[in-house]
């Protein structure tokens, strides 16, 4: 919809009627919205490929904030909105099939290998301190994080008992967040394609469900072949 700088805007807090929290709202020629996801300043390609998920694949009507040190995206809404929760921003914390999940950390996998074998000892090192800081950060385990990654990252998804019980919100920003990490490490996005090959592990059926998700989500455009 569009893209604004921070003068182009108010920005302020109302509480929320029914929760004790307050709820950041974005006024724009008088036009309301409501904070989405939050991003930071090397996130760029992240914020922009998630806010034009919204705008351009789900038609939602949305607005990228670009800041010095940050990024945000905000779906628009009416403030009665905040009573029945029934906003127009869209919600990123829906339930996932457990095929999603196991999809996702085969990418992981396959990343965290591809790094391993082709850059080595230091690079992995330095890998597995950002994912541990993104797990401790959005507490994607519940415990010790350190000893819970470990396990997702060298144990077969494809035998796990027991998937975390990650949301679609979950699933998204680990994905943004890989990509973003893979490309930090690799200086391009050749890994893509390669980490898509694990993949082929997968029934062939929910593979293609997978992949269906994965185009509707805010990071399907970055987890394609050849992304930029």
Known sequence: MFILKRQDVEIYSVQHPKKDQQVPILQYQGQTFRLISMFNAAQEEEARAF????????????VLLEEPDRYSVWGKIRLEQLNTESSEAPQETGEVPVFCIQACLLLLQAVYMDIEDLLGTR???TFRKELLNLFQQH????????TAMTSL?????????????????????????????????FGNANFVERAM??????????????????????????????SA
């Open 123 to 125: 690079q992995v090192s």
């Open 197 to 226: 090959t694990a993949l082929q592990d997968m029934p062939l059926k929910e593979r293609g469900l997978f992949l269906g998700w994965l185009k509707k989500t805010a990071a399907g455009q970055l987890w394609q072949p050849g």
């Open 139 to 146: 507490r994607f385990v519940q415990g010790d994080e350190n």
């Open 153 to 185: 990252l060298e144990t077969d998804p494809l035998a796990l008992v027991q998937m975390p019980p990650w949301r679609e919100r979950h699933l998204n920003l680990l994905l943004l967040e890989l990509y973003r990490l893979g490309k930090h490490h």
């Open 51 to 62: 806010w034009r998920d919204l705008t351009d694949n789900r038609g939602k009507a949305c």
